[in-house]
């Protein structure tokens, strides 16, 4: 199979303002970097810096921001043109404190924004057919017109030969009610042959019970989530998906199969700078792997290690570790 | 199965105002009878009428004419204990010409009404677990909060044994994209036991192309949908469903099953002076048959006769056969 | 000064749809009768039928309901060539429930709907250089893009030598805070010439309180308000206003004018049928008079003339009387 | 008059997100300095820093950023116990790229902001009855509920002999039509007492066509606009206020009088190093004479002082001048 792209990665974007003052409240922050962030965006950057070619299916307005991501990922080489403008749309903004080890206030600018407003239309110029894996998100199932053009482009995909995953990214302010996260997720599993996300957003897909979800700390990205871990694992995979890959930041990563069978990665410890990103970075990582042929473990060894890269350092898109440094790194803790 | 209801129905309810002016272009129109409408809200009376348990789960406004709503349902002997008010929003009404043979223009008004406001919890509070079936339909997908209530709601019919049916019910002004209909009801097809719609609505459902879609005389209720209807067939079955029924008018009605089985069941030919409401008398006719036991053709037998004791009448809901009536009906044209 | 219009009237417009059952309650009605309704479509009827030339700058949803509008519009010689339709917007709708002598619950079909998306290059194609009068309503002030283009309109007129009157239209389910009416209309009075209204209407314009608003029997269209009339009208006139004519229904009208004059101009007693639309008839005497260059009291017994014979019947525009007609009704009962 | 405060400023505040990449392209920005700003707020802090007595009422969002803006000027000494949380809504946010001498992209995070949700009951709840002056914004009459809130807050002030200023803050984007905007503010200037604006505001609060207006670079807070200034300054002056302060940057303050007066007030020359907020010192200042009882000129020089002191600065709020500083810098170039 002849394809130009190894992955189109389809959702949201952002410009990433994350404090330079670590460990300070959000009050007292002086100033903030300024990076591109998004989980499919950041996992088209990451698997783009892996060696990958990569193409981006996001919006961003017609605005100075959404020449800031644009500029960023043309100089990354992921692939933009098929990324739309949107007139009268605000191209996302996402602001973070940094309170390690464990506070990382998140603030989504997200009203009314340009990548929520991905259409058919967008889906239908973007090159599915010539993609080796289509790449979704939860949020993009957030809202219309996004939802029904992200549903679309994994019928597409799959009618095509293209696989599809799903990174979960359960963030519960982007959702009129905690449940219609699980609910909207399900109706989509049928169309997916790999999931990944955390424990937490594996219970969040199937959801009961609003009550379950807690944010601390305006902690969006880290959501908690209440109920039984197994059920849910045997829910998301009864609807469909090959594989749960289910990453656990300092834990270690575990591939439930359909089939049944479990297959568990260890982590690489490190010292946690900023979590953020270090999802995307894994998910980066363990493509790299599966579009190589390897097997689940060794692959989400690979995620591991460009996930522990990414946690101690400030940001997401631009801290993606690039290929000889992933491998190097791994190399270095004894290998695969 | 022990259970205090044999049909749930779940979404729109209208006034339906239909002009008394037969024949009369809509600007002539002098007077509009009052009924009350919307395709499961007709299916729980049709349903009542034939004798069956009807419980209704659709939502009004804090308003005169969800008063009329309920009036109405109360007095046929439909349960509207779970009917929620929903305070600023309006109850919907519909307004119809009527122009035999083919010409009925429909005006919805629709825009922020109470029925697309039913949610999860609205679902929580309704008797699912104690229901033989839960009917859903298209337009109950179409937008938030209703569309996952609706996904919620047949998801938790499946894992109590409730059975669900879908009315296709597409109503194409009720989306922001024509293709967005096929998308949402094929993301719900998995949860769903048997479908029921015409052939343009099962073309709606796997609708590649929006310029597929035209409505003449804003006819809203019958669009026709360019398409192959073998292949739509083939993709609403390959989705899960046991059956597709198809409902056609003056025509046969084909029954196609997951196992590749087509049934036949032909119409009773009656003179056309309304088709509004036809297919929910069939649905409801059909759904008597399906509770009774009775195979796939007399079941749609049952359904024909009840179309098409309603296309020779003015209005939906209010004139629904009763039970006695429709078997008489069966009984002097022949027999099922 | 050589005109081609007496007076554009501009704002809100609908089908309305009247109770055919009279005296029946709201649930029990059989069937509607379909009539063209709107304060400011009432009036361009009204003064139309008396006589004057009279253009309509309302606005009509791509709708069948929009078509029956203009057809009546063009039927009773209202010139309907600057009416504006809007796409994917509804022509407005109103029920009325009928149940003398004071029950009359009213349902506004409102939510997003055509006549409150007219624009200030809706009034730029209008002929306000070309009227004597251009009238505006409350109503037209609730949201925007209407708020301004009618403020626009006001101040064009003012310009150009067209005098402005304001029927004050207070209907308290269009807006999103009972003062918020009181604010917007007290920031337009000092662009109108005179303002017509009842004294609840005078009070609401100077309302403090939201409590002080109760509507009974979904009666919208005569909401009571608490206050202290003598201070609402000396607010209102304080504001700018040549002249506040409060209309008063079966009692007197009385001329409130800004010199500190007071006329009264007794009512011609007849006995209530319907008091929709009779405000908008007494608008239209009213202008009738004026036009003619009448004194006040004189245009005011026109007024209630003209108020009084539709107040014994059905509907709105279309039971506006003749000229010929409201001039004899006077004659009969002892002139003016 | 005894009153607790000097002034009450009513209306936006965000998030200032500054590039400290000062002269580079928006897209190469590394990281932008936090402060906080919105030109009522500014105000607040500019006056209080002047040793005036300042009370905000603007709102913020319940997240960090909300936090933010009430820490910070909770230091400054503004009183914050007025200003509502919004629950649901975003605290705004604004960024800016620096490139001097002529180009500040700025882009305004405002959809469905707090601020604009000002409601007349947080009006009742503030001291307005307590403060010499209510500072006014254009940008608050932009949306409901924070126009008519504002229009009432205007109103309440006349009537409680509390001098109302209005900055005209033109942001064309925040608008849905430029000519809405000249619409709104001449419905409210028969409350103002004072107006402060530039030449490019005074024609904006007069504009005729949506063409007259023109952003360059997204700078929103820098339109140009085409039009007769001598024409929008008798207008505006026509419609009630005592006086139009022109502020102009890096030539002379020009106020203009309701009684024919003009009077003229030398800049001090200065570098520009950033003209964001500069005029929100001016009005500061202005403000810090007015209520000092100093004539216009003095006044205005005051103004002159405090905004060529922020002009060399980087932000707003944060960087406004105090008093004996203010005074410094006016003595060192030859006192008023």
Known sequence: MNRSYDILCMGRSCIDLYSNDIGAPFVEI??????VGG???????????LGLRSAS?????????????????NQEGVVTEFVPRKPGRRTSAVMLGIEPPDKFPLIYYRDNC???????????????????????????LSREPSRSATLFAAEQARALGTKVFLDLDFRPDQWHDMRAY???????LGLVDIVIGTSE????ATLKE????????????????????????????????????????????????RNGEVI????????????????????????????????WRRAARMGNACGAIVVTRHGCANFMPYEEEALVFIEERGGF
């Open 30 to 35: 002086k100033s903030f970097a300024a990076y």
């Open 39 to 49: 989980c499919p965006t950041n996992i088209s950057v990451g698997t783009r810096r």
């Open 57 to 73: 299916l996001t919006a961003v307005g017609n605005d100075p921001v959404g020449d800031f991501v644009l500029n960023f990922l």
């Open 114 to 140: 340009a990548d929520i407003e991905l259409t058919i239309d967008d889906v239908l110029a973007a090159p599915l057919a010539d993609s080796h894996i289509l790449l979704i998100s939860g949020t993009g």
């Open 182 to 188: 699980g609910v909207t997720v399900r109706s989509a």
């Open 201 to 204: 957003e594996t219970k969040a």
């Open 210 to 257: 609003q009550s379950s979800v807690s944010v601390e700390h305006s902690q969006v990205s880290d959501a908690h989530v209440a109920g039984d871990i197994r059920q849910a694992i045997a829910t998301v995979l009864a609807a469909g998906p090959e594989a749960l890959v289910m990453k656990a930041g300092a834990e270690q990563t575990t591939v439930f199969l």
């Open 264 to 295: 568990a990665a260890p982590p690489f410890p490190v010292e946690v700078y900023n979590t953020l990103g270090a999802g995307d970075a894994f998910a980066s990582g363990f493509i790299y792997g599966y579009l190589k042929g390897w097997d």
